[in-house]
């Protein structure tokens, strides 16, 4: 039921970039600006990325479709010294599945946000209980304004 979803979440204010990609591996293609290639998440330790900035959101695009593995939720660990903490601001994204199913089916194209407590990270993963998912292009909201960590 589209009208249980809700609104996509909306993004604060920034731009949004491409993350590279630590060691290559699965998250190359998803960072490579293309959706034609997808990173093929198969573990549960998620997709690793380099955080650029100051982040607040990730956008995960799905593009027209052709890699249609979304997983059912999401959450995203900041790096934060030696610490992983939680930024996934609630809702926690747990109807990314049924949502990118309505965008397809009314669009013909996919684009979810999640949102973050925004902070300053040095790296970023994206983790789903539900293993393996295709991410074809993912992309960080970074603000223009100094945030501090999380707490």
Do not use: C, M
């Amino acid at each position: 039921d589209r009208d249980r979803l809700g609104p996509e979440p909306s993004p604060d204010a920034g731009a949004w970039e491409r993350p590279e990609a630590p060691d290559g591996g699965a998250a190359a293609p998803a960072v490579d600006g293309s959706v034609e290639t997808a990173g093929e998440i198969t573990g549960t330790e998620g997709l690793l990325l380099v955080a650029p900035g100051d982040v607040s959101a990730v956008e995960l695009d799905y593009g027209r479709g052709r890699f249609g593995r979304v997983p059912k939720g999401l959450r995203v660990l900041g790096l934060v010294g030696d610490e992983w903490l939680d930024l996934t601001e609630e809702p926690t994204g747990d109807h990314l599945r049924a949502r990118a199913a309505n965008q397809l089916l009314t669009q013909r194209a996919a684009r979810l946000v999640v949102r973050l407590r925004p902070g300053r990270v040095s790296r970023l993963r994206l983790i789903s209980d539900d293993v393996p998912w295709d991410l074809p292009e993912v992309r960080v909201r970074v603000s223009a304004s100094g945030f501090t960590a999380p707490r």
